[in-house]
């Protein structure tokens, strides 16, 4: 007998879109943090100081949008050293027109 689905909650949805959006901004990046612009170990322990994380480009807090043109991958350390700073604008600029394609 086929065990029963258990539904997905939207937590696990929210983590698994996470996971993908993660490996595909890891690979539009070439493999490389946003911030440092050295590479990232995708495999890394997520506690890990230099694991990959998920990093809003415009903060949250200050109306950024949960969007993967507003999101770039980065080490641990980079995110957290970044606190909520805002990019450069060039930056922001580059990220933008790359999202267009
Ligand atoms: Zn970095």
């Known amino acids: ?11 696990q949805i929210r983590a698994r879109l996470l996971r993908d959006a993660r490996r595909q901004l890891w690979e539009e990046q070439n493999g ?22 998920i990093d809003h480009l415009i903060p949250v807090s200050v109306g950024g949008k949960d969007v993967l043109s507003n999101l770039v991958v980065a080490h641990r350390v980079c995110n957290e050293a970044r606190g909520n700073r805002m990019p450069p604008a060039s930056a922001l ?7 267009e394609h």
């Open 1 to 11: 007998m086929p065990r029963p689905r258990r539904p997905i909650s939207t937590k």
């Open 32 to 53: 490389c943090c946003w911030w440092c612009g050295k590479e990232i170990d995708l495999y890394l322990d997520p506690n890990h100081p230099l694991a990959a994380t």
């Open 93 to 99: 600029k580059v990220r933008m027109r790359a999202a």
